[in-house]
């Protein structure tokens, strides 16, 4: 535990925050710094063929134990970078031991303040150790909470070496909270079986279906003119975007009003002037056939506004992310069952779920290696709230020890 609680600090203090604005594989060269930690401590675990390649992917080889070389080859996954919703700039660490319940006041903003009657995971966490930050960035737990529990897994099956397994493979990305987690895997190099990303929160959570997943760009050009001599002339980008944002709906298909399978159609970034405006979206749907009629409801609103603005152009330009993995996972149920005993025969119950958002897993899968999702310890995601626990992460690492000596056994 110690072990794995010191590694975790140390990485959650390397600044990896992607950019969905640079156009760079990995988008950002910060990325890049923790890489190379985790290249280097693999080595030093005895994993030779640890690297950091130039598209800012650690790729590794934990070889099999004797007389396991024909078992299936599985591959852990984590994703390096956090998320551009909040500052991973000199994170400071706070370590909170046996929490009792209490609310954890965070010291650089006193406003800041994780509740137990708001933050769900918490009430199972009486007596863990508590990891978050001070209150002005995010903790970073999402998703080195998954780095920290690969890492602490494989020095586990390094040191007993009684401990039966197949070869592992050891991936971790760049680039997931953008989207492009998996836009340069070497599939081939990777050479696994079936796959399970390390990214997941609730305690026990095994999770084989995502929401279907696609961008889209609204474009406004308006039309300009002098402020003085505007009447009958000036179509203004700003008032066009407003207006497109006013009509969208106001109590459904939003995050804030859509819980369980529900989608939804969410901006998340907007630019605007007079002569011009860009609004991008997120769509999101378990359902395919869901998905397409909620880019019909951007479409229809957009071509309404239009009417009141006959001289400008309005263009959606829509762009695909990633799909539901359920789709592909269930060909390969023995991936799940798996991961299912694993997490059983290490004292938890395990709870199926859907994720309301996406994993390297996600198009992991439709690349060729089905990959669940499991529970990492991670909370609160892209947030100043963000909490990890301990002992969760520690759960997650036997877990994956757990299933590499299953694996040997089918």
């Keep these: 535990m ?106 650089d903003d006193e406003n800041v303040v994780i509740r137990m009657a708001e933050h769900h995971g918490l009430e199972n966490c009486l007596g863990h150790t508590i990891i978050t930050a001070s209150g002005t960035t995010l903790l970073g737990a999402d998703n080195k909470s998954g780095v920290a529990a690969i890492m602490t897994a494989v020095e586990t099956l390094v040191n007993e070496p009684d401990r ?22 070497d599939m081939e190099k990777l050479g696994a079986d079936f796959g399970y990303t390390i990214d997941g929160e609730e305690f026990g959570s095994l999770q084989d279906e995502t929401f279907s997943a696609d961008g889209a760009s609204v474009i406004i050009r308006g039309v300009s003119a002098h402020p003085g001599m505007a009447k009958g002339h000036l179509e203004n980008g700003i008032k066009i975007a407003a207006d497109i944002i006013a009509a969208l709906p106001k109590d459904r298909l939003s995050p804030e009003t859509t819980e369980g399978k529900q989608g939804f159609l969410h901006p998340v970034e907007m ?64 991936v ?36 669940p999702n499991i529970f990492a310890g991670e909370h609160a ?3 100043k709230y963000e909490w990890a626990s301990l002992e969760e992460m520690e759960a997650a690492a036997k877990v994956m020890v757990e299933i590499a000596r299953l694996a040997t056994e089918r």
């Design 381 to 383: 995601f892209h947030s």
């Design 164 to 185: 039966p397994h197949g070869k592992l493979r050891i991936l971790f990305t760049p680039d997931e909270e953008i989207g492009r987690g998996v836009n340069a895997v």
């Design 271 to 334: 630019e605007a002037k007079a002569e011009s405006a860009r609004i991008d979206f997120i769509v999101r749907d378990f359902d395919n056939t869901l998905l397409a009629q909620h880019r019909q409801v951007l479409e229809d609103i957009v071509a309404e506004v239009a009417k009141t603005y006959p001289n400008s152009t309005i263009e959606v330009k829509f762009t695909e992310q990633y799909r539901n993995m359920k789709q592909v996972l269930d060909d390969h149920p023995h």
């Design 2 to 107: 110690s072990t794995l609680l010191s590694r975790f600090l140390r990485y959650v203090q390397i600044d990896t925050q992607s950019d969905p604005h640079s156009p760079t594989q990995p988008s950002t060269q910060k990325q890049m710094d923790l890489g190379k930690v985790l290249a280097q401590e693999l080595q030093e675990l005895g994993l030779d063929d640890a690297h950091l390649d130039e598209h800012g992917y650690v790729y590794a080889t934990l070889p099999a134990t004797p007389g396991q070389e024909e078992a299936p080859v599985i591959c852990f996954c984590s994703h390096m970078d956090t998320s551009p919703d909040a500052s991973g700039k000199g994170v400071k660490p706070l370590v909170h031991k046996n929490y009792r319940g209490q609310d954890l006041v965070l010291p």
């Design 336 to 371: 799940m069952e798996l991961a299912a005993t694993a997490i059983r025969n290490v004292g938890i119950t395990p709870k199926p779920d859907s994720i309301r958002g996406g994993t390297d897993g996600s198009r992991l899968s439709f690349m060729g290696l089905p990959c």
